[in-house]
């Protein structure tokens, strides 16, 4: 896989994102063109195909299976656009300690 052929509209998502728009669409938006092309170029790397003799499952997903992932998806999301002003002083005094200058 090389730069130029496969991940080049990744870097031009990544590159070049929304003008006019909120920042969650800066971020949100290449974030999610980054993940699904990945997701199309790995997934069936890793999950081969389906064989034919394979029997369907009773297992289906609920909020129980998708609930969680799906809150610390939101929360780091909302964290990577507005970080609260408790956690800004517990990073900069944590920067503070080692030094760090901004």
Request: glycine share 8%.
């Amino acid at each position: 896989m090389t730069l130029a052929t496969s991940s080049a509209s990744e870097v031009t998502d990544i590159a070049a994102p929304p003008r006019g728009g909120s920042r969650l669409a800066e971020i949100a938006l290449p974030a999610a063109g980054v993940f699904i092309g990945m997701a199309l170029t790995v997934l069936p790397m890793i999950m081969g195909a389906t064989p034919v003799e394979s029997e369907e499952t009773s297992y289906r997903d609920t909020i129980g299976t998708v609930g969680p992932p799906l809150g610390l998806l939101l929360l780091i999301v909302l964290l990577g656009v507005w970080i609260p002003a408790p956690l800004m002083t517990i990073l900069n005094d944590a920067a503070a300690l080692l030094e760090v200058r901004s």
